[in-house]
């Protein structure tokens, strides 16, 4: 009986490491499985962000964030509280589209982003957002510092925002 156990156990763990390995396998998911993309896939965010080196609270923003293979991103606000929408109820933000790379030095990923403002509904500028990412051991966490800077139309500076971002993956 103690051997069957054994046995059985012994199955179960071979079974789980071959669907870990299943899952990273570029057959069934198009990724290699290397440190660069353990970042690939679908996140919860929340950025909590505000005037930098300003002590007032800071303001929250929830988005989806879709990190691809090859290295790049889409992420995509959640309204409310993910977007400002205008008096006439049309958003003023549209979603971001981006960049990121790995460092194994750091074993950190970067990234870039840049989204346009909209005030009702014509062209009033945009924003990029740079962020530092640490995945967590399990890969299912991340988080890590953000600068966002926003310019006018016409592309003169407006504002800078510092703060920082958490995430879940989904």
């Known amino acids: 009986m103690n051997m ?3 046995l059985s156990f012994a199955t179960l763990l071979a079974l789980a490491s071959t669907t870990t390995h299943a899952q990273q396998s570029p057959d069934r998911g198009g990724a290699l499985a290397v440190p660069a993309n353990r970042i690939v896939g679908l996140w919860d ?3 909590l962000i505000r005037p930098c080196g300003s002590t007032e609270a800071p303001t929250p923003t929830h988005t989806t964030v879709l990190f691809n293979t ?3 991103w889409v992420e995509s ?3 409310p509280p993910g977007g400002i929408p205008s008096p006439n109820g049309q958003v003023q933000r549209s979603g971001g589209l981006g960049t990121w790379s790995y460092s194994p030095l750091t074993a950190q990923y970067t ?3 840049r989204f346009d403002w909209y005030l009702d509904g014509a062209y009033d500028g945009y924003m990029t957002v740079d962020r ?3 995945l967590s051991s399990n890969g299912l966490r991340a988080g890590g510092p953000v600068r966002a800077t ?3 139309a016409d592309g003169s500076f407006v504002a800078q925002l510092c703060g920082s971002a958490s995430a879940a993956r989904l």
């Open 4 to 6: 069957r156990l054994h």
């Open 45 to 47: 965010t929340e950025p």
């Open 70 to 72: 090859g290295g790049t």
């Open 77 to 79: 606000p959640r309204f």
């Open 111 to 113: 990234a870039h982003m």
């Open 132 to 134: 530092r990412i640490l």
């Open 150 to 152: 926003r310019y006018a």
